[in-house]
């Protein structure tokens, strides 16, 4: 299969193995860093339990097979049975709702708003919650030319997170992400990545282009694990997970160095996994991590279809 199941599992996994441990600190999990797959913990869930990140991702896959040209009200209405119906939950509950993704979908719902313009565009309205369900767009729009990447990261983006913050680093993830699927290094990708993203984005506020200057500009692998944070802070995520890549050596050890990081640990588990998930195979992910996974079956099954959709 061409990498959707060593992307969409290597995230799913990396979701499932941080969902217990969410909200803990870094000193907590520094006295007792999580090493395996558990269960229960911070949500009372049983192991392999993933959370929102992958239902969303899941609505996304489901939305662009049904419709493979992109249709925002479809996938709007699909994050929106999500939320109110619990549709692709792991146990048929919805729970670990991010604010501001609810109140998009509250507002796309309720004041029958186009979809791109129901996500929050004030400055608050920059969590992470678009971040940790863009990853299919990668397998979607590989082939694409940069202008028409940009412009469906930043619709899909806004259905939930319509500030240019969380659309950059949406793209950057993206962008990441592709060259990875097309067999580039990790150190190449993140260089291509970097050469792409500021030409796109050479016009744009200086001030906020500067809030991504440690992505784009410096050596992320030479931080230190102190000056790197894991909030749900959009920026933040992005720069965990790419540090937890460059400073690792394989699927297993960048998983759970983003989710010891602490804090929110479920989505940077997810992101961090969905890269290292690309680029070291799904060989690479433990079977002991894989096997446990809520509804696997329906996970193969959406993989398969999204690969059929996507050679259609």
């Known amino acids: 299969m061409t990498k959707i199941r060593d992307g969409i599992i290597g995230f799913c996994v990396g979701d499932a193995l941080g969902v217990p441990v969410e909200f803990q600190t870094r000193q907590a999990l520094s006295a007792k860093p999580l090493t395996d797959m558990i269960g229960y913990g911070s949500h009372s869930q049983p192991a392999g339990t993933w959370s929102d990140d992958s239902s969303l ?10 419709f493979p040209n992109l249709d925002l009200h479809d996938l709007a209405d699909k994050f929106s049975s999500w939320l109110y119906k619990s549709y ?16 998009a979908i509250d507002r796309y719902k309720e004041l029958c708003i186009r979809p791109d313009l129901a996500g929050g565009t004030d400055v608050y309205s920059n969590g992470n919650g678009s971040l940790m369900r863009i990853l299919p767009l990668a397998y979607l729009l590989k082939g694409e030319m940069i ?5 469906i990261i930043s619709q899909v983006s806004s259905v939930t997170h319509g500030h240019p913050r969380s659309i950059i680093a949406c ?9 990875l699927i097309n067999g580039l290094s990790l150190q190449e990708a993140i260089e291509r990545m970097r050469e792409t993203v500021k030409d796109v984005y050479k016009d744009t506020n200086h001030t ?11 050596d992320i692998s030479k931080l230190t694990v102190d000056e790197i944070e894991s909030s749900g802070y959009v920026v933040h995520t992005l720069e965990a997970s790419l540090w937890c890549l460059l400073t690792t050596d394989s699927y297993s ?14 989505t940077t588990g997810a ?21 446990p996974l809520a509804r696997l079956d329906d996970i193969n099954d959406i993989c398969n279809r999204f690969e059929a959709a996507s050679n259609a």
Do not use: Q
Not at 147 to 151: A, L, Q, S
Not at 171 to 179: C, D, R
Not at 253 to 266: H, K, P
């Open 208 to 218: 906020e282009m500067m809030k991504f200057d440690r992505v784009l500009n410096g």
């Open 57 to 66: 991702v899941f609505c996304l896959m489901e939305s662009l097979i049904e």
């Open 147 to 151: 202008e028409d990447r940009v412009k």
């Open 253 to 266: 050890d960048a998983v759970l160095r983003a989710i010891n990081l602490g804090e929110d640990t479920d």
């Open 88 to 103: 692709w939950t792991p146990h048929g509950v919805t729970f670990d709702v991010g604010i501001a993704t609810a109140k």
């Open 171 to 179: 793209v950057i993830y993206i962008e990441v992400a592709i060259h």
């Open 271 to 291: 992101v961090a996994g969905g890269l290292a998930g690309l680029y070291y195979g799904i060989e690479a992910i433990p079977e002991k991590w894989i096997n």
